[in-house]
């Protein structure tokens, strides 16, 4: 069957955000876990003192109440990661807010392949559209990323781009530790046709060379 461009395009597309969510499912999974974890915890210690012959009712109550406010912040981190594969509304977000959570879903892991974050757009201002700065930005950081051979510093900033928004991304070889060696990723390595494919459909301009890219968000 013959496509037109446009739709060809749009499948491109959703074929990338597809390669961008299965690179990121372990982050999310991780994160996730660890939300839930401090809920097994309380209720395993829960379940200890239940099993005493004269359990304390009153410190009873209290880690039932524990457990209750732990229950609802883990619902409320695992919803917000879910919203990486559902979006509930596509809303304007500070720039500086969504690199600074985004970094967080992945610095760990960066840091073992010695590759150090540095997060140069706190406070910086400029908004664009949720969607197009999760899956553009992200998918930017981990192709360019995933083109470093060895340690390296990613520096991310915010320039003034009239009433766009500029994010800067620069990679350059440091002096870092490689704590794992093994850095092929749980799925395929984005390519930058992928990226070009996202920012496309998201409105982005896109410019990239090796070890830089610039990320243009309309107004």
């Not at 807010?97 to 879903?105: M, Y």
Request: net charge negative; hydrophobic share 45%; glycine share 8%.
């Amino acid at each position: 069957m013959n496509h037109s461009p446009e739709v060809l395009r749009e499948r491109l597309g959703e074929a990338a955000r597809y390669a961008l969510l299965r690179r990121m499912a372990p982050a999310l999974r991780h994160d996730m876990a660890g939300a839930l974890q401090p809920v097994s915890m309380m209720a395993a210690m829960l379940e200890k003192r239940l099993q005493k012959p004269d359990p304390d009712m009153v410190a009873l109550g209290k880690n039932t109440s524990a457990i209750s406010a732990l229950a609802r912040e883990a619902s409320a981190s695992c919803m917000g990661l879910m919203t990486w594969l559902a979006p509930r509304e596509d809303v304007p977000l500070a720039v500086s807010t969504c690199v600074a959570e985004s970094l967080g879903l992945v610095a760990t892991e960066m840091s073992f392949r010695g590759i150090n974050l540095v997060n140069e757009t706190e406070g910086a201002e400029g908004k664009a559209l949720l969607s197009s700065l999760r899956g553009v930005f992200m998918a930017s950081l981990l192709a360019l990323t995933d083109e470093c051979v060895g340690p390296s510093d990613v520096v991310l900033t915010v320039v003034p781009a009239g009433s766009a928004t500029l994010l800067d991304i620069r990679v350059s070889a440091s002096s870092g530790e490689v704590m794992m060696t093994d850095g092929s990723p749980a799925y395929r390595k984005l390519g930058w046709d992928d990226v070009e494919a996202l920012a496309e459909a998201q409105g982005v301009g896109l410019v990239h060379s090796p070890g830089h890219v610039e990320l243009r968000f309309p107004a």
